[in-house]
């Protein structure tokens, strides 16, 4: 079956800029996790949803950091004002359900602001 | 907050055994350790879960001592696919888990 898509796979945004990046989830899976993945260093959870609710926003490093999913599968994080220390590789990964769960990554959104 | 400790890189050989540690010193007691592995340009990938004593599938095993403070990852006869990250991950007590995954190991494997 389909694995975690996202998209854009790249995306090279002028500091200062929005942008947007999409996770489509596995068909079913209740749970969403969003990661940033610095070069040369492991995934760091930024967020996680249960269906459409945000549990866990602990980890995004500003306000200008913006994540949603509406209706409980697609999930949109929003970036505003871009910042050069956004580059960045943007992981999604969903899981059947709570807890230690195995996740299912997607391949991320290579981001650079320059 | 249960956190790990592994070694930055490891190298090996096509055909050795490989095994990377981790150390969980303050593991809680309905924690999970989890490995995952992960290419360049890829997402992190499950290998292997386990809770204690020995977990094997196709692809690894896992060895859990009883204090359950360390676990290491086992690749029988590596090959040069099998060059990538290895995060060990340990589940967060209070039914919350937050998924830390630190730096891995990053292992080499040399023809």
């Known amino acids: 079956g389909a694995g975690v898509s996202q998209s854009p796979r790249y995306k090279v945004a002028k500091r200062g800029q929005d942008v947007a990046l999409r996770c489509d989830p596995i068909s079913g899976h209740v749970s969403l996790f969003w990661y940033q993945q610095a070069l040369g260093q492991g995934p760091e959870f930024l967020t996680y949803?249960?269906?459409?609710?945000?549990?866990?926003k602990s980890g995004l490093p500003s306000d200008r950091f913006f994540a949603e999913r509406p209706e409980g599968s697609v999930s949109t994080l929003k970036i505003q004002r871009t910042q050069q220390e956004d580059s960045a590789v943007y992981l999604c990964a969903s899981s059947t359900s709570m807890g230690q769960e195995t996740q299912y990554f997607g391949p991320g959104t290579r981001l650079l602001v320059l | 907050l249960a956190k790990t400790t592994q070694p930055i890189s490891m190298d090996s050989y096509e055909g050795q055994e490989v095994n990377i540690t981790c150390s969980h010193n303050n593991i809680a007691t309905n924690d999970y350790i989890t490995w995952y592995q992960q290419f360049p340009s890829q997402g992190p990938r499950f290998i292997i879960q386990?809770?204690?004593t020995k977990v094997t599938n196709e692809v690894a095993s896992l060895f859990i001592p009883a204090d359950r403070k360390s676990s290491t990852l086992s690749l029988p006869r590596v090959s040069l696919s099998d060059t990538a990250v290895y995060y060990c991950l340990v589940g967060e007590d209070g039914g919350s888990y937050i998924p830390t995954f630190g730096r891995g190991t990053s292992l080499i494997v040399h023809p």
């Open positions: 386990g809770y204690k």
């Open positions: 949803f249960q269906n459409e609710a945000q549990l866990d």
